[in-house]
């Protein structure tokens, strides 16, 4: 579907968003692993969190809605039931890499598959702990399909993280769930903490390094989750708002979790009027609203350190950064090159086609000029992230745009084009 979009005039309202991705897939799995019954409140209903639970079906895990809420019958302690045939997971990196680390565990053999896109990621990052761990994984080459065997021997390790990865460590901290002796992942650079703050683990800082210990006691149990909505999903609304005149705009029960919040701060530090207003917290993860206004922005220098707490962000940022004052620059930012497409290429053909001035580097980009003008039409590389951020940056120029493929942004927000219907004003 190639989807048209007219400059707006501005934005105004208040909505609630859909529950976040990621606390989404983490809630579905420890619910399937916990003895009992679980609600969740506000499941995230994009395709990649549809994808976690259909795999967990055909593992034994019952499923059942209950007035717009999910029900879970959890199995408990491996209580998964060995699958008739290989476990699709989609385009969904979290899926496979998460259930990695759960089926490293179990007493059967399984087989994750992905689609194209999924299935050139890499998968080496979680297979050499698991094996370190005594796991047996065949794979292609470091990619799916992975084949993981049942072992009697799995061990706990001490693990310093080489590549900064929520997925990663998840995956190891759900296999050390299985094992009385303690499992340790250690961070040089910090990532989305939700597998942490969801087992309620212990986690402690010491100088430059995250630790993060975990064993048996800490195996889920079954409760009532309300997933804060997606804060990321937040993100393409909270530019578009900055960057309309006399705009404002409230985005309601969204996680404020500061692993993800991160671009926030870094809008605000370039000029944007944002206010956040905690309201609670839901199994230790903090929601509230984010309030945000028109705003004039001035680029500023990127630091490395906070690349991993930005990288699902930095193409939306990007649009942020070619109305603001300056140059935009993204550097350290190679983990870019191998998400549902090489966002690198896929910001930089795009800003090229609206006739920017890009250099483009093996782990970032720089950006500068003015958008020329003329129809244009850009391309999502079937990657939801950048579908959404090129909507937006169709939204503010005069010139009628289009965004090829565009629903590919059912991957984690079916509901985007509704969304912005509701709060932009065309006339």
């Known amino acids: 579907m190639n989807q048209e979009f007219l400059k707006i005039k501005n934005i105004s309202g208040e909505f609630e968003l859909p529950g976040d991705k990621s606390i989404s897939h983490r809630a579905l799995i420890f619910s399937a692993m916990a003895d009992g019954k679980s609600t969740i409140k506000n499941l995230a209903d ?24 999910l029900i879970v019958h959890g199995v408990g302690f491996k209580g998964f039931n060995k699958p008739d045939e290989a476990l699709y997971c989609g385009n969904s990196g979290t899926t496979a890499r998460l259930l990695s680390g759960l089926f490293a565990a179990q007493d059967f053999s399984t087989i994750l598959k992905g689609d194209e896109s999924l299935s050139k990621r890499p998968m080496k990052r979680i297979i050499e702990p698991l094996e370190m761990m005594g796991c047996k994984i065949e794979s292609n080459s470091g990619t799916l399909p992975l084949k993981i065997k049942p072992v009697d021997n799995l061990k706990s390790i001490n693990y310093e993280l080489p590549v900064a990865s929520a997925q990663v460590k998840s995956a190891i901290l759900l296999a050390g769930l299985h094992l009385n002796e303690i499992t340790t992942v250690i961070e040089l650079k910090e990532t989305r903490d939700h597998t942490e703050r969801m087992l ?5 800082k010491y100088s430059d390094k995250i630790i993060i210990p975990v064993s048996k006691k800490n195996y889920p149990e079954h409760g009532e989750f309300f997933v804060p ?8 609304f909270i530019v578009l708002t900055l960057l309309s005149k006399n705009s404002s705009l409230v985005l309601k029960n969204v996680s404020i979790n500061k692993t993800r919040t991160a671009y926030l701060y870094l809008l605000k530090q370039m000029g944007a009027d944002i206010s956040i207003i905690q309201k609670g917290n839901s199994y230790n993860e903090p929601l509230g609203d984010v309030i945000v206004k028109s705003s004039g922005l001035k680029n500023i220098e990127i630091d490395s350190a906070i690349i991993p707490l930005i990288i699902d962000e930095i193409p939306i940022l990007t649009i942020a950064g070619i109305f603001a004052e300056g140059e935009f620059v993204i550097r350290n930012a190679k983990e870019l090159r ?13 800003l090229k086609t609206a006739g920017l001035n890009i250099e483009e580097f093996d782990d970032g980009f720089s ?3 003015n958008i020329e003008k003329g129809s244009k039409i850009f391309k999502s590389f079937n990657d939801h992230r950048i579908a959404m951020s090129f909507a937006v940056l169709s939204s503010l120029i005069d010139d009628d745009c289009v965004v090829e493929n565009f629903e590919c942004v059912s991957i984690s ?7 912005l219907k509701s709060v932009a004003d065309f006339s």
């Open 200 to 204: 309620n683990l212990t986690v402690e």
């Open 338 to 350: 191998i998400k549902e497409s090489d966002r690198i290429n896929s910001i930089c053909v795009n």
């Open 229 to 236: 909505g997606d804060i990321s999903s937040a993100a393409y």
């Open 413 to 419: 927000n079916p509901k985007f084009l509704e969304q």
């Open 46 to 69: 994009s395709v990649d969190v549809k994808t976690t639970a259909e795999c967990l079906k055909n593992i034994g895990v019952k499923f059942e809605s209950d007035s717009g809420n």
């Open 367 to 369: 950006v500068n000029g």
